[in-house]
């Protein structure tokens, strides 16, 4: 090994990011997370630490940003940090907090070390789109602009400090070496700002973000932190909140360390620790060399030489101590490979992780699920067990008391600190009840299939019959409105309306049994709690509206209503694979079917009411019209000319139309349920939930007079250029006559 001398002339230092499970507004919670990671940091030597996007106080703190009491508790929980001595050991901690300067609202960076604030540094770019609404919260400060900042009167008698520099600036340290801050949002930007700090010569930039968890979004993210540096230089850190805060996202942590384009370190993206910290030891006269080596870079550099001395704020002292720093260097993680999950993976991993979340802080002792033997409640089914899997495997890997996943499971099921589980059905069987809910009208084989499904994973499982309840209901009707009527099925002879009726009493009805089923069960298994109900509706399905309101669709939480059938298929053959759990391989090749229509005796093992022909169309099509509607942002007509070019060796013209004139009656006239959907979490860029991700009306003119009308005027122009390419076309009003109810059934 080369002796310690030879390396005088490097220039090394050793860096921590972190991923942590914050909970908004849960102050002290999140100040001992915080403290722990810095803990965690100096027993690593580190001499920079870098935390999560509004850590303090926790990301979704949304109106509650509005309210002074946050701002307070904040810097009370920072004070209490720098007391404890999270700030000492000559660590440079960059917090992420709000600040509120001259009346004005800002999402915060603050960087501090030994005692001392050395820079408040406000976010430029504000994050909008999807379910983000920081404008509403904050203000972006604007560039080149500095101010200093009056401190509290008691973090003044901590720091002894009373003013502090406050704007988009970076820090200088005597040993030549340049930190900068960058947040969230500001990474994805057209002119992001880490381009400019790494001309002026910035080493290091620290990423604190609240990224959620979307299906296939992990790829972009990694690839903008790559690029950062792979075009520029340096190295960018990369600190991400994991977990549920309190709402329907789920923050996937992936704490990162970059240098060159070469990731170092990289955290996991699904896990249930509380406090995840990466390590990486660099020697930034590779950076130097690395930025050298590019002409390019070094013409652009010396033009901004006259706006160095405005972006920095100099530190009376050095950022490093070689002597710990050539230790580390030693051990430091060599470049790896990028690790991603499978989109498969993400469906279940993450709706599991928040399922834990959510199950730990809502005080709840389990879910209830009514269990169909279909593809979607088994999906659902399936996510809880793989949380119980990586429950079991949690604990299993660290049996101490001190494990805090232990702790909260014991307290969960009502279980000494004694206690152990022997296997991950022993988990399942304790937290996880299901109920398969039939009536007149169910089949055997869906009744066999949720039973056996259950049976593998380990739930406690129930088979019940609700006839009774649906025949006192309509006998219920039949007394208030004087006994002559009595409504039947279509196929008896009656009306849409009676058909639509029966059906629909019988998805509400397992609403109804499922909450008491949820407030119950504990009591009968000698247990203290109560059940969080479980909702299984895709995201497909409610963009269309093919459910009935306040059917078994409502619940507490849904962990699948923004994942696409498609998508819980492939989820759903994958932990085929991986837990050898057979049932799923019969739900995922039956056909899916409501069974709310009387079956024949020839039907009694499989229903013949399958979805795809209640809904005109197909799942595969389904999913194309979500994504067309909401992540490519489609009305009627862009939304036909688009599949005249991607569906045009499917259909001809007039079958497209009328496909696309079908999907915007059925989202239109059923548009109103999203007001009443359950909070799901949030996977696709095309989540319908309302007033979160999807801020459209609820009342339609279900015509699109104008929309169809120009549609067929496309169909007309292209049957005089293709005659034989056309057929007639069905007109607006004949549109809406293919149905006549306004609430379909699940």
Known sequence: MASENSFVSSKLITVSSCNLNQWSLDFSGNLERIFESCKIAKERRSNYRLGPELEICGYGCEDHYFEMDTFEHCWDSLVELIERGATDDDLLCDFGMPVLHKGVRYNCRILCKNRKILLIRPKRSMADGGNYRESRYFTAFPEGFMDEYILPKNIQQITNQRKVPFGVSCLEFEDEIRIGCETCEELWTPQSTHIEMSLLGVDIIGNGSGSHHELRKLNSRLELMIMATKKCGGVYLYANQRGCDGGRLYFDGCAMIVCNGEILAQGDQFSLKDVDVITATIDLNDVSSYRASIPSFGVQAAERVSNEKSLFVSCDNDCFQSNESIKNFYKQNTIISLRKHLVEEECCYGPACWLWDYLRRSGASGYFLPLSGGADSSATATIVAVMCVMVYKNIKSNPSSSNEVAQDLRRICGKPSSWVP???????????????????????????????????????????????????????????????????????????????????????????????????????????????????????????????????????????????????KRMLLWALNEYQWDALDEICHAKPTAELRPISLEEENEHDQTDEQDMGMTYHELGVFGTLRKAARCGPVSMFRKLLLTWNHLYIPTEIAQKVKSFFYYYSVNRHKMTTVTPSYHAENYSPDDNRFDLRPFLYNTKWVSQFAKIDSILKLMTQIQPNRNQNVKTVNQVEDLVDDKDKVE
């Open 422 to 568: 022997s296997s991950y059905q022993e988990i399942t069987h304790q937290i996880l009840h299901t109920c398969f809910m039939g009536t007149s009208n169910s089949s055997n084989a869906t009744s066999k299939r949720s039973k056996k499904l259950a049976e593998q994973i380990g739930a406690y499982h129930l088979n019940i019959q609700i006839d009774i309840l649906i025949r006192a209901a309509l006998k219920v009707f039949n007394i208030a409105t004087g006994g002559a009527f009595v409504p039947k099925y279509k196929n008896e002879g009656g009306k849409s309306c009676e058909d639509l009726a029966l059906q629909n009493i019988q998805a509400r009805m397992r609403m109804v049994m499922s909450y008491m089923f949820a407030q119950l069960l504990p009591w009968t298994r000698s247990q203290n709690g109560f059940l969080l109900v479980l909702g299984s509706s895709n995201v497909d399905e409610a963009l269309r509206g093919y459910f009935t309101k306040y059917d078994c669709s409502s619940a507490d939480v849904n962990p699948i209503g923004a994942i696409s059938k498609l998508d819980l």
